[in-house]
Structures are given as structure tokens and as C-alpha cells.
């Protein structure tokens, strides 16, 4: 369950392009360029986490399932009080998953009627934006363990949140973002 990583990382990112850009009037599409290419790194870099939450599966399956979705909801909520340029980051941040598991799946089941099991499967793979995480996967990462599914492997899922959260707190001091509705 990496939304909370997502929507963090695409905070993150959208002051990295404030800092990238050096003054750029563009700085905020830098960031969701970044926003956008940080959803393969964080999928890639996934294999190290347990990443195996579901809210039917076993009792400490559902306490991470519904743990990450509350930090999620917590961290959204959290990022639009703060600055609604956040919003986009999270959402570019967030458009793989929503590219290829609702918008591909439903056009592909719709077309079978729904059939039970239809949703959990790959549908269009050539149209998938997470070929970019395939192919981190079977280049830098070819060859290394996968954890999915260890559950001691919570423990960097939750690391890793906080380093996140560390970074942001750090760049909304370092490189803060222009006050006003004007994105320059």
C-alpha cells in the first residue's frame, strides 16, 4: 500500500522543481514532471517493503491495509489545507495507478461485463505507465530479492514514510513555495 509514499514523494517533488528551476516561471510543471517519474522509482524500490496489505487478507494484512489508507486520507487532507499545487503533485504522483488499475481495467472489463475476478487482472499492458517501474525493475534491480509479503519488511515501509516526511519538512523550509494563486 504505497499512496501515502506516492502523495508524500509528489508533495516533495513539487518543490524539488521549485528548486530545479532556478527562478524558471515553469518550476511547478518541473515538479509534476518529477511527480510523475517518482511513481516508477517508489514502485521500483517497493520490492524492499512488504507491500502485501489487503482488507481481507490476514489480521495484520488488514492493520497495514487500513493504516496506510488512513495515513493516506491524513496525508492528502493534510497536503490541500497546506497548498492546493500539492493536490497536483499528488494526483501526477498517483496517475500510474490510476491510469493502469481503473481507468485500462474498467475499460477492459466493461467490455466483458464485469465478470467476478475481472478488476484484479492486467488488462492492455502495451498502454501501462508502469513499464517505466518494469523496466528499473529488470535493469538496476535485476536479480534483487523481492519482500513482498514479509511482514518485518513493515518496518521500512514505515522508515521510509518518515524519511519522506523528513524531506518534506526540509524543503518547505529550503525552498518554500511562492505565496498567492500566481505559480511562478
Not at 520490492?47 to 492493520?63: A, E, M, R, V
Not at 508502469?130 to 528499473?136: K, R, S, Y
Request: glycine letters at 8%; charged letters at 15%.
Amino acid at each position: 500500500m504505497m499512496i501515502p509514499a506516492h502523495a508524500l514523494a509528489g508533495i516533495a517533488c513539487i518543490h524539488l522543481g521549485l528548486m530545479a528551476s532556478r527562478g524558471n516561471k515553469h518550476w511547478l510543471w518541473m515538479g509534476l514532471v518529477f511527480a510523475f517519474l517518482s511513481h516508477a522509482v517508489i514502485d521500483a524500490l517497493a520490492i524492499f517493503t512488504y507491500h502485501d496489505s489487503s482488507p481481507s487478507g490476514t489480521p495484520f494484512s488488514q492493520f497495514v491495509f487500513w493504516f496506510w489508507i488512513a495515513t493516506a486520507i491524513s496525508v492528502i487532507y493534510w497536503a490541500l489545507q497546506n497548498d492546493r499545487r500539492y493536490g497536483y503533485g499528488i494526483l501526477v504522483a498517483l496517475s500510474y495507478d490510476l491510469w493502469d488499475h481503473w481507468i485500462l481495467r474498467t475499460i477492459s472489463c466493461s467490455q466483458e461485463g464485469f465478470p467476478e475476478g475481472c478488476m484484479s487482472l492486467y488488462a492492455y499492458e502495451h498502454l501501462h505507465l508502469h513499464q517505466l517501474e518494469w523496466f528499473i525493475l529488470d535493469s538496476v534491480f535485476a536479480g534483487v530479492e523481492r519482500h513482498y509479503g514479509d511482514e518485518s519488511f513493515f518496518i521500512v515501509e514505515l522508515l521510509f514514510a518518515g524519511l519522506l516526511c523528513w524531506a518534506i519538512s526540509g524543503l518547505r523550509r529550503r525552498a518554500p513555495l511562492p505565496v498567492g494563486d500566481e505559480e511562478e
